[in-house]
């Protein structure tokens, strides 16, 4: 589909204007006004808004304003309550000695009231707009009086807050004041998207996403080398998102997409490239930035960060030269091969070691191999060579000749055919391991395998360093870059308008090129970014599944590949167009059905246009907390990584049942009364992190003001106490989630029918990390509901029936004498140990043989189980010439067991 098309579909179908809020109190939100706008002073009003910020910490609630009409008018015939401010910014109340200071967590931004953009940038280039005082600075009132002027609302006066506000007219306040913003949808974006459509967007995700046919190339074959460490699917993704015009991820909560994002935007800014990282929420936004952060790499310009502005202003160093560049390759280049060594001195050892574990199998057959290809048992020959050439499959003469000599060197007469002399060949490779291994003391692998890590751990630390040298070299912060990162700062310090007008003059190139690392949400990227087609290399689209069309067209637009990471069964988008409006317009452009705005969002879209790497592994909650959800809504596609036997025996959910319940004005009261005995008794307990969630917004209001009743500013910040719906904990997480279903028996069955939405359920029972208690008016409930009370009291994790064999029997039946608890093929995720081993606290997992599958397989297991937090354990029996009683003991003495009295020798750790 051209995209000039599809940006007139979505021109057509998109909002013409921002939400039009004239009343900051609706709903009985508070407004308290500041004498000082930096300042507030500890009483009840200015604890309760500290409360509700802390309690929403990750939303953004909390809004500072300059100037208010208040009042009320008449606006199509009905009488309007008016309590509008003129500026306005997202802020946070930071407690002091005295009071609180009000510091600022977003951008400055005019009344979106003020429709003509061109005149806001104006009215926002103010000087000291906004900082300490303006309020009290020569021509403020003025710039105000202008500004109501722009609204399109009449005022007949100008007043202080200190005035009684008028119930018949309005008025201009010239004060400051703080108030909540909850709900508030960005503005429209019809303009927008038709200026886009007479862009020239070839090249571009948007015409990759919405093309007919992408032409895909393989990923690159490279080593993927990151600071962070990586699952195999995961580097699959960051080598894909290298050249690939549409990368797609998805996978369950906890799955690591976050880690993956941030270690693809890494390396293609390491490759000299630009990343535009867009998510729904600010909070997502923030925590992208958060993880960058903890790794080396480029400064992340995060649009509303104040203290960048900042940063940027007091100018640049001079870049890091190239020879510094150098040294940094060739560290990463030696600490790369350090790795390969390591890694190629275990791959041998577990070779012989698997070579060795097929002797016993050749024994019975040796005398008629030797008898039949007696060279094959000699020494100094090279078996390995001699294979590959009789396995050669060439019938040109030089490989005939060579199959000869190999039948000579064998001393094998004619009659022996290929395959006979290829099992003798593999015998006598066998029977060598074994016998290499019984002289050299058995495989121990743990020096190796500590070296490995340690190397791995070294590397990524080469390549951190490095990406961060190459982000400030001076090929990047010439001469135009600086001037245009000053030109940054200047436009970081301007409200929103302002900054936009900035923005839209600069060159973006050399911006791009000294800063390549943007954040911001989806609103942000079309409000603040310059509308130049391919302006980055990549971006990543953040919780693509509830981000719809019309807001990630424009991002799409600005780059040249992308990354799209969703889970489509979490929340998705909510969508207000009509579907008589997406018929009407589809038909009229002729346009297909991936353009229906309201069921197709933009993780849908990238999906059908390219492969979806899943992530399976798990890495957040405990199993019992993400059991369920793995069943129900991913079909047993997630391999969860947290499992222990301690995990196991831990029961996760705890259900609270309340009496006698109703519901008033959509409120529980009786369950929020138990809400707060769980979260007193969870404190009492010394526990941190707790999210309160429910799916009905009625009953998060009630718990919110319940826990600001019982908990002051300081208690909340300390318990990291948290409220809201379950839509607003998408995409976050705490250690400890009450639950309050707020439904009763006698519900109607839309009510229920909310709640066991499987998007919505699996959001609500997944945010926990360690527990969740779910407090619940009814005793029975059929379905999903349900369902997932019954798996509430059963923690248990089922256990295959399984029964070792061979030397793993052995091993298993000599621990158990010596009192360690033994449990044979224990699942890790999608790895298996031969035996876990020790008390559920200090379990380490036991590998009696290579995995099935190979050494690398062997390999990977250990890196995937090493990265989890899991002790393992090599024991083959090489190591104790098959004596399991030897092996045991040693083992049990590294598990932290010593059975039966006896003083175990000491055992290595892998």
Request: aromatic share 4%.
């Amino acid at each position: 589909m051209d995209p000039s098309t599809v940006l007139a579909v979505l021109g057509e179908l998109a909002p013409a204007t921002a939400d039009r809020v004239l009343d900051v109190t609706r709903g009985g939100q508070p407004l308290v006004w500041l004498k000082d706008a930096d300042r507030a002073p500890r009483k009840a009003d200015v604890d309760r808004l500290a409360a509700l910020d802390a309690l929403h910490r990750e939303e953004r609630i909390l809004h500072r304003g300059w100037g208010f009409l208040a009042g009320s008018t008449e606006i199509e015939g009905a009488r309007r309550k008016i309590r509008l401010p003129l500026l306005s910014q997202p802020v946070r109340l930071d407690r002091t000695l005295t009071g609180y200071k009000v510091t600022p967590a977003g951008d400055v931004e005019i009344t979106p009231l003020v429709t003509d953009r061109e005149l806001a940038a104006a009215l926002e280039s103010a000087p000291g707009l906004g900082t300490a005082g303006w309020l009290d600075a020569i021509g403020s009132r003025a710039w105000l009086t202008s500004v109501a002027d722009n609204t399109g609302l009449t005022f007949d006066a100008v007043t202080g807050s200190h005035q009684r506000l008028p119930s018949d007219r309005v008025v201009l306040v010239a004060a400051a004041g703080l108030f909540v913003v909850r709900d508030v949808f960005g503005g429209g974006l019809r303009d927008s998207l038709r200026n886009w459509a007479g862009r020239d967007l070839s090249g571009t995700a948007l015409a990759a996403v919405y093309g007919s046919d992408i032409s895909e190339t393989s990923p690159e074959t490279s080593d993927v080398l990151s600071p962070l460490p990586l699952s195999e699917a995961q580097a699959r993704v960051v080598a894909r998102a290298r050249t690939s015009p549409i990368t797609v991820v998805s996978g369950p909560p906890g799955n690591g997409k976050s880690h993956t994002v941030v270690a693809a935007a890494l390396e293609v800014v390491h490759s000299g490239g630009s990343v535009l990282v867009a998510t729904q929420s600010p909070h997502a936004a923030e925590v992208l930035a958060k993880l960058l952060d903890r790794y080396p790499g480029p400064t992340p310009v995060l649009f509303g960060d104040a203290e960048l502005a900042t940063t940027l202003a007091a100018g640049a160093d001079q870049g890091v030269p190239a020879r510094r560049l150098r040294a940094d390759r060739e560290a990463v280049q030696q600490n790369h091969h350090r790795v390969r060594t390591e890694r190629t001195t275990i791959h041998r050892m577990l070779e012989q070691e698997r070579l060795a574990a097929e002797a016993p199998t050749w024994q019975p057959r040796l005398s008629g191999l030797a008898a039949d290809a007696p060279g094959a048992f000699d020494d100094g020959l090279d078996l390995p060579t001699l294979a590959a050439r009789l396995a050669d499959p060439d019938q040109g003469w030089r490989a005939r000749w060579r199959r000869r000599r190999v039948r000579r060197r064998l001393r094998a007469d004619g009659g022996v055919p290929d395959e006979r002399m290829m099992e003798a060949i593999s015998a006598a490779v066998a029977q060598r391991a074994a016998a290499h291994l019984a002289a050299t003391g058995g495989t121990d692998l743990a020096p190796h395998w500590a070296a490995l890590h340690e190397a791995e751990e070294a590397l990524r630390l080469a390549v951190g360093t490095a990406m961060r040298n190459e982000a400030r070299s001076e090929k990047r912060w010439d001469a135009e870059a600086r001037r245009a990162t000053a030109a940054l700062a200047t436009a970081l310090r301007a409200g929103r308008n302002r900054r936009r007008e900035l923005l839209a003059r600069m060159d973006a190139k050399p911006l791009v090129r000294a800063l390549p690392l943007w954040i911001g949400t989806v609103a942000d990227v079309e409000d603040l970014l310059p509308a130049v087609p391919g302006l980055f290399d990549l971006v990543v689209i953040d919780e693509a599944s509830h981000v719809d069309q019309i807001r990630a067209a424009p991002v799409l637009a600005r780059a040249r590949r992308a990354l799209v990471v969703g889970d489509p069964r979490q929340l998705r988008f909510v969508s207000f167009v009509s579907d008589a409006d997406v018929t009407s317009v589809l038909d009229e452009h002729g346009a297909d059905d991936r353009l229906d705005v309201r069921r197709v969002s933009a993780y849908d879209l990238a999906a059908a246009a390219a492969p979806v790497t899943w992530l399976a592994e798990h890495y957040r909650s405990v199993p019992h907390l993400i059991a369920f959800s793995a069943r129900r809504f991913y079909d047993d596609r997630i391999a969860v990584m947290t499992r222990t036997p301690a995990a196991d025996a831990a029961r996760a959910i705890d259900v609270v049942h309340v009496d006698e319940a109703t519901v008033t004005n959509g409120v529980n009261q009786a369950e929020v009364t138990a809400v707060l005995q769980q979260v007193s008794v969870l404190a009492a307990a010394g526990r941190r992190g707790i999210g309160v969630i429910t799916p009905f917004r009625a009953q998060a209001e009630a718990l919110e003001k319940a826990l600001i009743a019982e908990y002051s500013v300081e208690r909340i910040d300390e318990l990291a106490l948290r409220v809201g719906t379950v839509h607003a904990f998408q995409g976050s997480e705490a250690d400890t989630v009450v639950v309050s279903l707020g439904l009763l028996p006698s519900d109607a069955a839309g009510r229920r029918r909310f709640v066991t939405d499987p998007q919505l359920f699996n959001v609500m029972v997944t945010r926990a990390r360690r527990h969740l208690i779910l407090v619940t008016s009814l005793t029975r409930s059929p379905g999903l509901l349900g369902d997932y009370l019954s798996h509430a009291q059963n923690p248990t994790m089922p256990e295959p029936d399984a029964t070792p064999q061979g030397w793993a029997a052995d091993l298993a039946k000599e621990l158990e004498h010596l009192d360690v608890p033994v449990r044979p093929d224990y699942t890790v995720g999608p790895w298996q140990l031969d035996l876990c081993a020790g008390p559920p606290e200090t379990a380490t997992g036991v590998l009696c043989t290579i995995h099935p599958d190979g050494v690398d397989a062997h390999l990977s297991r250990q890196t995937a189980l090493h990265r989890a937090g899991w002790r393992v354990l090599d024991a083959f029996p090489t190591r104790w010439n098959s004596d399991p009683r030897r092996a045991a003991l040693e083992i049990a003495a590294a598990v932290g067991v010593t059975g039966g009295g006896l003083s175990p020798a000491p055992a290595a750790d892998s």
